[in-house]
Antibody, heavy 126, light 108 residues
Framework: EVHLVESGGGLVQTGGSLRLSCAAS????????MSWVRQAPGKGLEWVST????????YYADSLKGRFTVSRDNSKNTLYLQVNSLRVEDTAVYYC???????????????????WGQGTLVTVSS | EIVLTQSPGTLSLSPGERATLFCRAS???????LAWYQHKPGQAPRLVIF???SRATGIPDRFSGSGSGTDFTLTISRLEPKDFAVYYC?????????FGQGTKLEIK
């Protein structure tokens, strides 16, 4: 069974930084692209970033480029999101999510997600 | 960026009734790369439909998806109490991937 467990969220002041982690188990981590999706309080889901199997290809929402960096450690089956220069509007639950199909099937990330973690809450205060 | 607009914002129905949720895209969604998710408070989102009409693993056949181009529909034929949640559509045919704002399906 697939398990995704996020950690690293917390309360931080504007301009601060956090490193979010997502520990994965129950599947061959290196075979799948992984993503981060967030949900601000009372709002809908927002795609943040996607990373292919070896970190060679990364994709970001335009509004977050330059402040957020996605990476992975395949030896630890862990996905990361470094979030810098945090703003109040970055307050959200951050979910990690697994691509539905392995990378080999389509030659790259497919972009929809069949497994999600429970999320980690990031609160940015002014 | 493809903007997805879901309607209605809230749908109030009773168990046993049929639910029809809509998702309209601001431009054509490539290859019908459209997914639907179910999201309950405090839980992880759950993939319901992908490729506009394919049910995800474990999703009962009460759920069906249809549509192409810019107009998509999620239908739940006979609502059960566990189906009441927020449903989001998502397009993954072009970057950035985008979600609709959600439809809240609530018990009447």
């Amino acid at each position: 069974e697939v398990h995704l467990v996020e950690s690293g969220g917390g309360l931080v002041q504007t301009g601060g930084s956090l490193r979010l982690s997502c520990a994965a188990s129950g599947f061959t981590f290196t075979s799948y692209a992984m993503s981060w999706v967030r949900q601000a309080p009372g709002k809908g889901l927002e795609w943040v970033s996607t990373l292919n199997d070896n970190g060679g290809a990364t994709y970001y929402a335009d509004s977050l480029k330059g402040r957020f960096t996605v990476s992975r450690d395949n030896s630890k089956n862990t996905l990361y999101l470094q979030v810098n220069s945090l703003r109040v509007e970055d307050t959200a639950v951050y979910y990690c999510a697994k691509d539905h199909w392995p990378l080999i099937m389509f030659g790259g990330p497919i972009g929809h997600f069949d497994s999600w973690g429970q999320g980690t809450l990031v609160t940015v205060s002014s | 960026e493809i903007v997805l607009t879901q309607s209605p914002g809230t749908l109030s129905l009773s168990p046993g009734e049929r639910a029809t949720l809509f998702c309209r895209a601001s431009q054509s969604v490539s290859s019908s790369y459209l997914a639907w998710y179910q999201h309950k408070p405090g839980q992880a989102p759950r993939l319901v439909i992908f490729g506009a009409s394919s049910r995800a693993t474990g999703i009962p056949d009460r759920f069906s998806g249809s549509g192409s181009g810019t107009d998509f529909t999620l239908t739940i034929s006979r609502l059960e109490p566990k189906d009441f949640a927020v449903y989001y559509c998502q397009q993954y045919g072009s970057s950035p991937y985008t979600f609709g704002q959600g439809t809240k399906l609530e018990i009447k």
